[in-house]
Nanobody, 122 residues
Framework: QVELTESGGGLVQPGGSLRLSCAAS????????MGWHRQAPGKQRELVAD???????NYRDSVKGRFTISRDNAKNTVYLQMNSLKPEDTAVYYC????????????????WGQGTQVTVSS
């Protein structure tokens, strides 16, 4: 089984910064893409940013220029550096791993982390 362990959420004032981390563990051979989604109360979950095996990235428009996603393939870890945070960034942030291949298995699966709360408030 593959687990995604997230860290780095918390409470920050508007204009502040946070860095989220997500480490994937569990007999992993390769991961096609890793990313971050978020869900605010009463809203649908939305993609924030993702990064593929070739380091190509994708960001939602509202975070471009403020958030940076990066990845350490050797550690199966993805990071999200969030700067200039706004109250509308408040949400539970979920890590996702797409196209995960495990050693000794021919299956390709996707996984979600348990979520970490980010609150931007004065």
């Amino acid at each position: 089984q593959v687990e995604l362990t997230e860290s780095g959420g918390g409470l920050v004032q508007p204009g502040g910064s946070l860095r989220l981390s997500c480490a994937a563990s569990g007999m992993i051979r390769s991961i096609y893409a890793m990313g971050w989604h978020r869900q605010a109360p009463g809203k649908q979950r939305e993609l924030v940013a993702d990064i593929r095996f070739d380091d190509s990235t994708n960001y939602r428009d509202s975070v471009k220029g403020r958030f940076t996603i990066s990845r350490d393939n050797a550690k199966n870890t993805v990071y999200l550096q969030m700067n200039s945070l706004k109250p509308e960034d408040t949400a539970v942030y979920y890590c996702r791993a797409d196209g995960v291949r495990r050693r000794g298995s021919s299956h390709v699966d996707d996984y979600w982390g348990q979520g970490t709360q980010v609150t931007v408030s004065s």
